[in-house]
Structures are given as C-alpha cells and as structure tokens.
C-alpha cells in the first residue's frame, strides 16, 4: 500500500475510533495469555481448550446463524456452560483483541472493535474481568497481525514430545 493510501487510511480509522469509543467504554479489557502462554499452559497442565472466535460469540444469540453451523437453544446453553465453567483442565480461549490492539494491523483492530461495539455489552454478562483467559489465535496465529515475521505459535510446539517432560 502507497504511502499516501496508507496515511489515509490510518486517518479514516482513528477518526471512526473516537466517534465509536463510547461504545466500547463499558467493554473491560479482558485478561488474555499471549499465544504462547495459552499454547503452554495447555501443554504443561495437559488442559483442554475451548477456542471462542466471533462465531462462538453470536451463536449465543438466537437470531444468529453461521454457515457451517446450525444456532440452537442447546448449543447456546452449552457454549454459555462453557464460558461459565472453571475446570481446572480447561482453558477459555478469548480473542486477544478482547485485552490489547497492539500488535495487530488496521483492519483487523477495525473489524474487532466494531464487533464489540455490536455485541459488547451482549457477551460482557458471560465473561469475568478477573479472570485469566487463554488466546482464541493459539490456532489463527497467523491472521491480522501488523509484523508477520514474529514466530508465533509455532507448529512444532504443539508436538508433546518436545514439551513434555
């Protein structure tokens, strides 16, 4: 992207970031392990995970839908059992945007802000500001960040024998 195109851009973003900010004042910044801290924690403790991305998200509410999943009242009650839960071998992945923006590139911190002024104060009753969350991009490591370059998540480290002990 050109310079000036960039520039544009980058204005036209944090000029809808102040008009929205109010919708997202309540949103708290939710506690989330890096992706190598989740991938860790769930080697080392030997936890389960359960990965909620956007999807996860609207399927619980009825009037949404996804393509490749049927919404219904059991598996909104399920996902809701899950947010609730708090198993000792098992971890809430949450979108990393839920605490920072930081690393990430423009479009993805629109998309992701725009997605909590939708359904921020609709997902917020289900989530615990105290708690600590694992990273829903433990699997997706590779998508919206602004330097590609950084290792994360490495494929390799999913692979126990070189984690266990």
Same mark, same amino acid.
């Given at each position: 992207? %050109?310079?000036?195109?960039?520039?544009?851009?980058?204005?036209?973003?944090?000029?809808?970031?102040?008009?929205?900010?109010?919708?997202?004042? %309540?949103?708290?910044?939710? =506690?989330?392990?890096?992706?190598?801290?989740?991938?860790?924690?769930?080697?080392? $403790?030997? /936890?389960?995970?359960?990965?909620?991305?956007?999807?996860?998200?609207? &399927?619980?509410?009825? +009037?949404?839908? &996804?393509?490749?999943?049927?919404?219904?009242? +059991?598996?909104?009650?399920? &996902?809701?059992?899950?947010? %609730?839960?708090?198993?000792? $071998?098992?971890?809430?992945?949450?979108?990393?945007?839920?605490?920072?923006?930081?690393?990430?590139?423009?479009?993805?911190?629109?998309?992701?802000?725009?997605?909590?002024?939708?359904?921020?104060?609709?997902?917020?009753?289900? &989530?615990?500001?105290? /708690?600590?969350? #694992?990273?829903?991009?433990?699997?997706?490591?590779?998508? #919206?960040?602004?330097? /590609?370059?950084?290792?994360? #998540?490495? /494929? $390799?480290?999913?692979?126990?024998? =070189? $984690?266990?002990?």
């Amino acid at each position: 992207m %050109a310079f000036k195109e960039r520039l544009s851009s980058s204005f036209y973003y944090y000029q809808w970031v102040l008009q929205t900010r109010k919708l997202r004042q %309540a949103f708290p910044r939710y =506690k989330v392990m890096s992706i190598e801290e989740s991938i860790s924690a769930i080697i080392r $403790n030997r /936890k389960s995970a359960s990965r909620f991305g956007d999807g996860e998200f609207r &399927l619980l509410f009825p +009037e949404h839908y &996804l393509e490749f999943q049927e919404n219904s009242e +059991e598996i909104r009650m399920k &996902l809701k059992e899950v947010l %609730a839960g708090n198993l000792s $071998n098992h971890i809430i992945c949450l979108p990393e945007q839920f605490c920072t923006f930081r690393k990430f590139d423009i479009s993805t911190k629109y998309w992701w802000k725009k997605f909590i002024n939708h359904y921020g104060s609709r997902i917020s009753p289900f &989530l615990d500001p105290h /708690k600590t969350y #694992g990273n829903s991009f433990i699997s997706r490591f590779y998508i #919206g960040f602004k330097n /590609k370059s950084e290792n994360r #998540g490495k /494929k $390799n480290s999913w692979e126990p024998e =070189k $984690n266990l002990e």
